[in-house]
């Protein structure tokens, strides 16, 4: 019977060809003959690439691949990706007959943000498969042995980081591990921490969002659980609560010691985002996760159903771990702007916000302040005509800078009064020709630097009693060739160390010297054409940790750099 069946399909393919003749190249005095062998129906989606996977020998030769470790397995490979989200090894039934068969299947798990693989890579060897897809992530398969003699593919930890543009980003600490933690025009909000070995990876992603952000801000206060507030291309702040799932991920990956206080025993295990929504819902210990439909159907509606797990990770984490498994609860929305957001800025004492959204006229370019404890507004300050392009508090959290494309700077001055905590305007200055950028105050809380698109750095003093901003500035940096985007003030009581980042990427360090009322200002480090960027730089921010300085910046190439000073 089955030499009858080899028969008919040899006299049915010869009948194909006489009616339809197969393709023919000639090289030379060869010609090919081109037939269709199979066809490979595993996935539901685009394929978007297809690779042969071999194995290179000692000897330099190349061979089909063993797939399951033994030499009987060997033969050709193939290697597909496709948009839904899977990678698939197919292999020749050894029996023939043009039958392919998928005998290993990779990619991501669960309902994830990702929408697919747009190539996969193997190894010359053979053993390691690369892939990237609509996240940006690397993604990294190994060949690992799994007892009795086989072999099976393993996810490794990958290259993340963010594919558009990083705009904004602030230090965080838990325990005594600082971490950054940056938001982009990708609409996600990403956590990178030092691990025990010295590198910095990411270790959570707390948000992913349906907007892009545009800005964030860490906020702790005394005896309370850290939270973070963004802003997005929305008229909505959201806020968000530091979870216990991730105070265990640092405490297992930096050996950092975390002491659970503030709060945090009543903070959620992690966080999921219903099926239907936007907001991340809390998920508390001892909450069963699950996808399927019970008998009484979903306890809290369909849109509720997830298939997110939060975890303490022992590992650092994979590409769908960070999609899924590290979210933070949102805990309050705040309601007020009339436009998009577009700057954020916490008190050091964390009882204050300020934010601020685009805006084309006085009123709506109002700089927002919150009560962090009871989240509600406490006030408006008004003072510019368009949009505030940064926020900050000076050390002492007595005076708030604002910069605006008005090309002017105000300063506010904190009131403490019985029931609430105002700032009121000190003094307003037309400080600049062009869109100021960037403001930074000193580590004395006297005095503070901005930054144009007019390619200047200037530097200002409060005067005496606190009667207002001196008329002039009290140092203006050489020129730069570019336009200044951000600035940064190091921590330091004994320096007074500012860095400049332009627009072209470039990152600087000056040091600026007093001596008897005269001012100075020297160029003491430049970033290197490798260290710098290639757009531009959107933040810098310094954090002191163990002795060091670290200096984060971000950029709209889509990179966040940390240089140890």
């Known amino acids: 019977m089955e030499e009858e069946g080899k028969e008919q399909a040899g006299r049915v393919a010869r009948a194909a060809e006489q009616a339809a003749p ?137 290259i993340t980081g963010h594919f558009d543009g990083v705009v904004d980003m602030c230090w965080g600490r838990t325990g005594e591990c600082p971490w950054i933690l940056t938001v982009s025009a990708d609409q996600t909000a990403r956590i990178f921490a030092r691990l025990a070995s010295g590198e910095f990876k990411e270790v959570a992603r707390p948000q992913v969002h349906g907007h892009n952000l545009q800005c964030v801000a860490c906020v702790k206060r005394e005896g309370c659980p850290l939270v973070y507030v963004s802003g997005a291309e929305e008229k909505v702040l959201r806020v968000f609560g530091e979870t216990k799932a991730f105070r265990g991920t640092i405490r297992n990956l930096c050996h950092a010691n975390v002491i659970d206080d503030g709060g945090i025993d009543s903070a959620a295990l992690g966080a999921s985002v219903p099926a239907l929504g936007l907001s991340n819902k809390a998920v508390f210990q001892g909450e069963e996760m699950t996808s399927e439909i019970s008998a009484e159907g979903y306890p809290d509606g369909p849109d509720f159903a997830t298939l997110f797990q939060p975890t303490v990770l022992e590992h650092p984490p994979l590409e769908e771990q960070l999609q899924q498994n590290t979210l933070w609860p949102e805990l309050q929305k705040l309601y007020g702007h009339g436009n998009d957001l577009f700057c954020l800025a916490a008190s050091h004492r964390g009882d204050i916000l300020a934010s601020a959204c685009r805006a084309q006229s006085q009123m709506t370019a109002a700089i927002w302040l919150w009560d962090t404890k009871q989240w509600k507004a406490i006030g408006e300050l008004k003072s510019h005509n368009l949009t505030v392009t940064q926020l900050a508090f000076s050390p002492d959290d007595k005076y708030l800078l604002s910069v605006s494309r008005d090309r002017s700077f105000s300063v506010f001055v904190r009131k403490d009064g019985d029931a609430t905590t105002r700032y009121e305007l000190l003094d307003k200055v037309k400080g600049h020709s062009r869109i100021i950028w960037t403001g930074s105050w000193g580590p004395n809380s006297h005095m503070f630097a901005t930054g144009s698109r ?50 072209n990427g470039d990152i600087e360090l000056w040091d600026i010297q007093t001596i008897s009322e005269t001012w100075s200002s020297q160029k003491v480090w430049g970033a290197s054409e490798a260290e710098a960027h290639c757009a531009a730089v959107k933040r810098l921010c310094w954090e002191a940790t163990e002795g060091k300085l670290l200096l984060a910046s971000c950029s709209l190439d889509h990179a966040v750099s940390i240089f140890e000073v």
């Not at 390619?455 to 020129?479: D, F, H, T, Y």
């Open 22 to 158: 197969p393709p023919r190249l000639k090289f030379g005095s060869v010609t090919f003959r081109i037939r269709k062998e199979a066809v490979l129906h595993g996935h539901q989606d685009w394929v978007t690439s297809v690779r042969w996977l071999s194995s290179k020998h000692e000897d330099g030769k190349y061979s089909g691949d063993r797939i399951n470790g033994s030499k009987e397995d060997a033969g050709p490979c193939l290697v597909t990706t496709s948009m839904d989200r899977s990678i698939l090894i197919w292999k020749p039934d050894q029996r023939g007959g043009g039958l392919w068969m998928n005998v290993e299947a990779m990619g991501e798990a669960g309902e994830s943000r990702g929408v697919g693989f747009f190539t996969a890579i193997p190894s010359e060897d053979g053993r390691t498969i690369c892939a990237n897809g609509y996240t940006g992530a690397i993604h990294i398969w190994k060949r690992a042995p799994s007892g009795k003699g086989q072999e099976r593919w393993t996810p490794v930890p990958g």
């Open 454 to 503: 007019d390619q200047s750095v200037k530097v200002w003093r409060l005067l005496e009693g606190g009667r207002g901003v001196a008329e002039s500035p009290s140092c203006i940096l050489p020129s730069f060739e570019h336009a200044v985007t951000a600035l940064a003030w190091a921590p330091l009581e004994d320096r007074n160390l500012l860095a400049v980042g332009l627009e």
